[in-house]
């Protein structure tokens, strides 16, 4: 989880299993581009350094996080994927928006996960300020898009 106390890029490279067999979709959003980015950035390293091929990656984007769970259920439904990644930043702010989104891409998640044969990974930083997603998008507290792509990897190792 991306708390003080675990860096989110930091795990036993050895007990990641291969995936150079694995398909995944990663679904990111454009709000907070500039973090967004580096959490996909992020993800596609380390699907890569395990052996996933680059044009088994499928990209989409949507124009902000709330929109990530119906990104993500046309790609389960469009391609033929072993998982799928949720990629996105909140930040809190004046009014209870930032509960509205993060609520609905919580349970938007949770249902895909029953809905679908397949894992839905959730790769959404939910912070207070600007700086914490900073931290935890390549910072001091890793890369939040790196734990999405370990957990999809063993995921689908696990359940294939
Ligand atoms: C509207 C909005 C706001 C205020 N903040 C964020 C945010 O911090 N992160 C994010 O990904 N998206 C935000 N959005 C956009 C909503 O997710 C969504 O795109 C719009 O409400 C349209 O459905």
């Known amino acids: 989880m991306a708390t003080a106390y675990q860096n989110l ?7 990641v299993p291969d995936a150079s067999k694995m398909r995944v979709g990663i679904v990111v959003a454009e709000w907070n581009k500039e973090i ?18 680059p044009e088994n990656i499928i990209i989409s984007r949507v124009p902000g996080s709330f929109e990530l ?13 072993h998982a ?18 993060c609520s609905g891409v919580t349970q938007g998640v949770t249902q895909l996960n029953l809905m679908y044969n397949i894992p839905f990974i959730f790769g959404l930083l939910t912070n207070d300020t600007m700086q914490q997603s900073i931290d935890r998008a390549g910072g001091i507290h890793g ?17 294939r």
């Open 143 to 159: 890369n939040k898009g790196d734990e999405a792509a370990v957990t999809a990897i063993k995921m689908v190792h696990t359940f």
């Open 69 to 81: 769970v119906y990104g993500a259920k046309k790609m389960a439904e469009k391609k033929d994927l």
């Open 9 to 15: 890029s930091a795990y036993d490279f050895n007990s």
């Open 84 to 101: 799928i990644i949720v990629l996105g930043c909140v930040i809190r702010g004046d009014t209870p928006h930032f509960d509205y989104v």
């Open 36 to 53: 967004t980015e580096k959490l996909l950035e992020g993800a596609c390293n380390t699907l890569e350094r395990h052996g996933a091929q």
